[in-house]
Every structure is written in structure tokens, then in C-alpha cells.
């Protein structure tokens, strides 16, 4: 059995497939929060809202608790508007709700819903253009690339400092993001992945963590890459 020490606890869906993989009894819940967040990307200063689920529950005796941020959507042209991030974010979810139940591991699936969404923070405004199309992720071009067509995938790193706004409290948070720009069948496509974050008055260890969370995602991630033949250059932050 594994020792569920501080440097062990899960910190993604693929450390709880793991532990039970190891034959560790685990159980798992999911409570969504939609959060507004100041951003500061350079001169450039906005509101965006970031989908998180927080999974938690115990492996053996011991309780768990982590959180994973699914989409990023404003109500300007910053970042894809809301109601598209809502559907990035479902599907993510489908994927990682279908590694947990092939592992083994029991939950109730749940998703984000837009409609709670508009009534929880009535200064949205639905999209107004229907015309925008499929929402495709990175898993999508994967498999475009596993069809047989050439697929380059830029990637751009960063970190970028955000207040969160929740329950009446402000916290400053760091956010690790990955840039993904893509030329695949004579179109250029551009999108962003969260793959980590930390409260940023917590020091070094929560930082630590959170880019080795951040890193071990970029891996399993460049070996999707590698076995659908992607073109690109892998980067971890350091």
C-alpha cells in the first residue's frame, strides 16, 4: 500500500488512478466552483472566470482534497467568452471522469452548466454569435494528427499573477498556462490550457508542487504528442 505522506497526496486524476492501481481503497467527490479573476498578462489588465472542480474524498483512512482549473472564459475577446468555455470545460470532464471510472473509481458525474452560470453573475451576457463552431481541445487535434495529417504545435509557457474573488474574500493566486498556437489543415488555431496554480503568499513549497503538477501534466501530455507523431518542442517550467 502507499504511504500517503504530504510529498504523496494526489494532486491530479492520475495520481488517484495510480494509488488505486497500487490497491489503495479510494473514494472521490467533485464540488464545482465558477470564480471570477482579476488577470495581469504585461500591460494588459482583465476579468476572466476560471472553471475549477475540486475533487476530494480519502484514499484508505486518509482525506485528499485538490483542485483542477478545466477552462478560462471572459466576457471580452481576451480569452474564448464564457459560453464557450463551459463546453471546453465539460469535455476535459468527460475525459477524466472516464479515467476514474475505467480505474475503478466510483462518482456521481456532474458538470458545469452555463444556465447557473448567468444567473450566478448577472453581468454576463449570453453570446450573441451562434457562428463560432465546433469547440475543438488539444485531444482533438491529437487524433487529427493520428489520421495521418501534419499538425505543428507551438508552446508558450507562463505565469501569470490573478486575484480570485470568492465568497467575499480576495486571494492573490499564480496561474501556470500553456499557450498552444496550431497549424493543422491550412488553419492556424490558438488556445490556453491552466496546468497548475498556487496561492502566492504561501511560499516555495505550494510553488514547488505546483510546477511539478504543472511538468508531470506537459509530460504525459508530449507523450500523446510523440505517439500521434505532433511536431513541436517540448518546455517545462523551472
Known amino acids: ?42 500591460n494588459i489588465e482583465f476579468q476572466a472566470y476560471i472553471f475549477l472542480c475540486k475533487y476530494s474524498g480519502a484514499i484508505g483512512s486518509q482525506e485528499y482534497t485538490f483542485r483542477k482549473c478545466y477552462a478560462r472564459g471572459c466576457p471580452n475577446n481576451l480569452c474564448p467568452h464564457v459560453s464557450q468555455a463551459v463546453m471546453i470545460a465539460n469535455r476535459y470532464l468527460q475525459r477524466d471522469y472516464k479515467k476514474l471510472l475505467d480505474a475503478g473509481i466510483k462518482l456521481e458525474e456532474n458538470f458545469f452548466s452555463l444556465e447557473e452560470m448567468l444567473v450566478k453573475y448577472d453581468t454576463i451576457e449570453p453570446e450573441k454569435n451562434e457562428t463560432t463552431g465546433s469547440i475543438l481541445t488539444i485531444h482533438d487535434y491529437i487524433n487529427i494528427a493520428k489520421e495521418g ?49 498556487f496561492e502566492t503568499d504561501n511560499g516555495a513549497e505550494e510553488k514547488s508542487v505546483a510546477i511539478n503538477t504543472a511538468n508531470d501534466r506537459l509530460k504525459l501530455l508530449f507523450q500523446e504528442f510523440d505517439n500521434a507523431k505532433v511536431q513541436y518542442t517540448a518546455c517545462f517550467f523551472n
Do not use: W, Y
Open 1 to 42: 500500500m502507499s504511504d500517503l505522506s504530504s510529498n504523496k497526496s494526489p494532486h491530479r486524476i492520475t495520481d488517484l488512478v495510480e494509488f488505486i492501481q497500487n490497491g489503495e481503497t479510494i473514494t472521490c467527490n467533485t464540488l464545482f466552483e465558477i470564480v471570477p479573476v482579476d488577470f495581469v498578462h504585461g
Open 149 to 197: 495529417n501534419k499538425v505543428d504545435v507551438g508552446i508558450d509557457l507562463e505565469i501569470i499573477p490573478a486575484v480570485e474573488h470568492f465568497a467575499n474574500q480576495k486571494t492573490e493566486q499564480t496561474f501556470l498556462m500553456v499557450d498552444f498556437n496550431i497549424k493543422t489543415l491550412g488553419k492556424d488555431s490558438r488556445f490556453q490550457r491552466c496546468l497548475a496554480c
